[in-house]
């Protein structure tokens, strides 16, 4: 009987784990949606860990050859802060734009704005065997900059 209740207490805590884990970052909106009247979004990235965390912002486009996506680094949407530190309980503003009138004209819907966490770098824990976990979110970029 024990041995059946710790096997589903374990299995609960480990189902609930990945959301408690990473349940301290907050991303709104949670799609940037870019037109010919509106060029710039802003976005709100919350940190509610404990801890101080350190983040990249990249832009992807994804591209279509021969039946499979491959992801390129964007030229013609960019992203500010392009890196950036967020204390505990602290928001930073990221805005996306668009950066070129070559995309004028047709509809986009391949991009994504990639929010990279970087790894910790503490000294205390340097010849430690440990595991450093961190996130990265996708958020999807729709360009839609058609004539009608």
Same mark, same amino acid.
């Given at each position: 009987?024990?041995?059946?209740?710790?096997?589903?207490? $374990?299995? $609960?805590?480990?189902? =609930?784990?990945?959301?408690?884990?990473y349940?301290?970052?907050? =991303?709104?909106?949670?799609?940037?949606?870019?037109?010919?009247?509106?060029?710039?979004?802003?976005?709100?990235f919350?940190?509610?860990?404990?801890k101080?965390?350190?983040?990249?912002?990249?832009?992807?486009?994804?591209?279509?050859?021969?039946?499979?996506?491959?992801?390129?680094? /964007?030229?013609?949407?960019?992203?500010?802060?392009?890196? @950036?530190?967020?204390?505990?309980?602290?928001?930073?503003?990221?805005?996306?734009? =668009?950066?070129?009138?070559?995309?004028?004209?047709?509809?986009?819907?391949?991009? +994504?704005?990639?929010? +990279?966490?970087?790894?910790?770098?503490?000294?205390?824990? /340097?010849? /430690?065997? @440990?595991?450093n976990?961190?996130?990265? $979110?996708?958020?999807?970029?729709? =360009?839609?900059?058609?004539?009608?």
């Amino acid at each position: 009987m024990k041995k059946n209740l710790y096997t589903k207490l $374990f299995i $609960f805590l480990i189902s =609930i784990l990945p959301s408690l884990t990473y349940a301290g970052y907050n =991303i709104a909106p949670v799609k940037v949606q870019l037109n010919k009247n509106k060029k710039i979004e802003t976005m709100q990235f919350t940190n509610g860990n404990n801890k101080e965390g350190r983040f990249q912002l990249i832009v992807l486009k994804q591209q279509n050859k021969n039946g499979k996506s491959t992801y390129t680094e /964007a030229k013609d949407v960019i992203v500010t802060p392009g890196m @950036f530190k967020l204390a505990p309980s602290q928001t930073q503003t990221i805005r996306v734009a =668009i950066n070129s009138n070559t995309i004028y004209g047709k509809q986009e819907d391949g991009y +994504k704005l990639v929010i +990279k966490e970087l790894p910790h770098r503490d000294t205390r824990v /340097a010849n /430690a065997n @440990f595991v450093n976990l961190v996130t990265e $979110f996708r958020v999807p970029i729709s =360009i839609d900059i058609s004539n009608n």
